[in-house]
């Protein structure tokens, strides 16, 4: 999997740990680390005890009651987009193969706009707690509920699974702790926030989260900098001098243009069909409010994309050993950006490091099960089962039931998949929720012909054609079920190892020809009423 | 704030139109349609952009690994322009929306009967 390929090589390190040469204290808990991380973990279960006291409502459960400001909303947004991926991964990968890593960043980045373009306003004019409610909105509810809720858990239960995994595997670098430990302390705390404080305090956490990852990514790119007179000219010369000038020049990762786009779309559209970004759109007080929580969002990832770089380069210029150094410790790079902490600034700045990309995995994780449950609990539960009838009670009851049965699958899978390849899950997730979650979004929104039964084909075509091609392609059906040709190479059923490009076009034109020979006139009806929620945001909550 | 010289039927009505009249008009319809010009000249700006420079990186490497700097290659400055064009492109909507759709949002909801 090209995608990602930075959690797999996370897991895939928990295997071969080397032991940390005398120059890190990686792996060995000190007092900092470990201060850091109880710090930041108290500070952020102080506002989940003042969150609590707020969250009465299954409005306050699910949306913060819709009382989040547009610069908190993007900075929650920020928070729960920039996950340990994005800041452990890339710097690695820019560490070790150089410019490749800045192509991740790109990619990672133009899903915003896209988002913005597309779904942003209709989104939360029409909505109410979770994306479902706007597909299902001029639609028969239950079965267009029940496969939005097939799409959206398999996504967020994906990107779960890929996160626990990849906590197991950081924090067990990080402190020393038993893989088993680390998972079982990730979802208790993560527990305390969603179940205690809800979505506001899964929103604060985010908020915390995000600053200091962008204080802390700050200050390593400065002091980088400080090194080399402020000129990245100057930095690029020293990587070049060390690693020669392929560092600075594209390799492999997009010799193939099929490949490269369906990469692009899996990243570009993905976002738009994310569970627990979407629902972030609720918690604004309207349309204006999450169009500028966008842009703040924005400027806020654009911002550290465009920095981790440098941090990356610096952390293989300035560690002594260089790249050789940061593989020892971990094969896939991930610890570049930690050691490089220790280096310019000593273990105690590492102990900072480290606990910022703990509450990072811990506040993504939070965020994914809040999604996860309101999937189950207000789509399901409320809408399908209760009939849409439910008192206040009984839903926030269902809520924290739901989120602690996930909590426990989260662990529970978290510690079935340890060391197996996680990139495939979260590739999946990706391609998920491209292909499942986002054509029948936006065909709802856009598409007055737009059918109860196109949106359920949509979804499932989507959903289950994304999945077979990622079991088929060489990552799953060679790497992880270990299929190898005659010359000992992994390979997959299917040649390619992104399948957006395809189960994308197919969930798309399931959407499209199912509505087309099926009639819904109450849908049809209804869309006249729904454009003047959707443009106007009349009768929004 | 002093409402806009128009032409056409809805001028003059004021919270007395019901919700299918202001459906029906040619305002509204002309709203949506801009909205959606609007995204649409910006989403095509943006595949331009995006889907140009991984192709361009894939398949014309003579021309990204040129060198802009001492040893910095054009592919650096690239990456970092998509970036950064792709929230001027997020913004340039946000300011379009502020000051050209919402006003005309507003005048159309205060249209409606109460």
């Known amino acids: 999997m090209t995608h990602l390929g930075v959690i797999q090589q996370l897991v895939l390190q928990q295997a071969q740990q080397a032991a940390p040469q005398a120059t890190t204290t990686l792996g060995k808990p000190t007092v900092a680390s470990i201060g850091f991380f109880f710090l930041i973990v108290a500070v952020t279960l102080v506002i989940t005890y003042f969150a609590a006291k707020k969250t009465k409502t299954s409005s306050e459960f699910y949306a913060a009651g819709r009382s989040v400001s547009a610069l908190q909303n993007g900075f929650a947004l920020a928070g729960d987009y920039m996950s340990a991926a994005s800041f452990l991964g890339i710097s690695g990968m820019v560490a070790l193969k150089g410019y490749d890593g800045m192509i991740y960043a790109t990619g990672w980045l133009v899903g915003w706009p896209a988002l913005m373009f597309l779904v942003a306003e209709p989104l939360r004019n029409l909505g109410k707690f979770t994306f479902a409610d706007v597909v299902a ?27 626990m995994v990849g906590s197991g595997a950081l924090i067990q670098l990080m402190f020393g702790l038993k893989y088993e430990i680390a998972e079982i302390i990730v979802g208790v705390v993560m527990l305390a926030y969603v179940l205690f404080g809800g979505m506001l305090a899964t929103t604060w956490v985010q908020i915390i989260k995000a600053g200091l990852l962008l204080f802390g990514v700050t200050i390593l790119t400065g002091l980088v900098l400080a090194r080399f007179g402020f000129n990245p000219g100057n930095l690029y010369k020293a990587v070049v001098d060390q690693y020669g000038q392929p560092s600075l020049e594209p390799g492999g990762f997009v ?55 440098i941090v990356g380069f610096g952390a293989a210029v ?12 971990d094969k896939g790079g991930n610890m570049a950006s930690p050691i490089l902490a220790e280096q310019l600034l000593g273990s105690g700045f590492l102990g900072f490091i480290a606990a910022v990309a703990f509450a990072t995995i811990l506040a993504v994780v939070a965020g994914l099960t809040l999604a996860g449950a309101s999937a189950y609990s207000h789509d399901i539960y409320v809408n399908v089962i209760k009939g849409g009838h439910a008192t206040e009670e009984e839903q926030v009851k269902a809520a924290k039931t739901a989120t602690v049965v996930f909590g426990i699958f989260a662990v529970g899978l978290g510690i079935l998949f340890k060391g197996q390849n996680v990139a495939f899950m979260v590739g999946l997730a990706f391609a998920i929720a491209a292909s499942a979650n986002f054509p029948a979004l936006l065909m709802s929104i856009v598409w007055k012909r737009f059918t109860t039964m196109g949106a359920v084909w949509s979804i499932l075509v989507g959903a289950f054609s994304s999945c077979i091609m990622i079991l088929l392609s060489p990552t799953v059906w060679g790497e992880v079920f270990h299929h190898l040709d005659a010359a000992g190479k992994p390979y997959g059923i299917l040649p390619w190892k992104n399948p957006a490009i395809f189960s994308m076009t197919a969930a798309f034109v399931a959407g499209i020809v199912v509505s087309l020979v099926t009639a819904d006139q109450g849908a049809q009806d209804k869309f006249e009423d729904e454009k003047l929620r959707t443009y106007l945001g009349v009768g929004a909550e | 704030m002093a409402e806009p010289a128009r032409s056409g039927p809805s001028t003059d009505s004021r919270g007395n139109k019901s919700a299918l009249q202001v459906l029906d008009s040619p305002d509204f319809k002309a709203l949506v349609k801009k909205r959606w010009s609007v995204s649409m000249v910006l989403l095509a700006l943006l595949f331009v952009t995006y889907y140009g420079f991984i192709l361009l990186l894939a398949t014309n490497k003579a021309f990204v690994t040129q060198k802009v700097g001492e040893v910095t290659t054009l592919a650096i400055p690239l990456g970092v322009a998509v970036i950064i064009f792709a929230w001027l492109l997020t913004a340039y909507y946000v300011g379009w929306a502020n000051k050209s759709y919402d006003p005309e949002v507003e005048r159309l909801k205060s249209q409606l009967k109460r």
Do not use: C
């Open chain 1, 137 to 163: 909105f001029r639609l028969r509810q239950k079965p267009v509920r029940i496969a939005a809720a097939i799409g959206g858990i398999l996504t967020v239960l994906f990107y779960t699974i890929a996160q």
């Open chain 1, 255 to 309: 010799a193939n243009p099929v490949e490269a786009v369906s990469l692009g779309l899996a990243l570009m559209f993905g976002l738009l069909g994310l569970p627990h970004i979407l629902m972030r759109f609720y918690t604004v007080p309207d349309a204006k409010a999450a169009r500028k929580s966008v842009l703040y969002a924005t400027g806020l990832i654009g911002y550290f994309y465009l920095i981790i770089p």
């Open chain 1, 318 to 329: 300035l560690t002594p050993g260089g790249r050789a150094f940061i593989t020892s410790i």
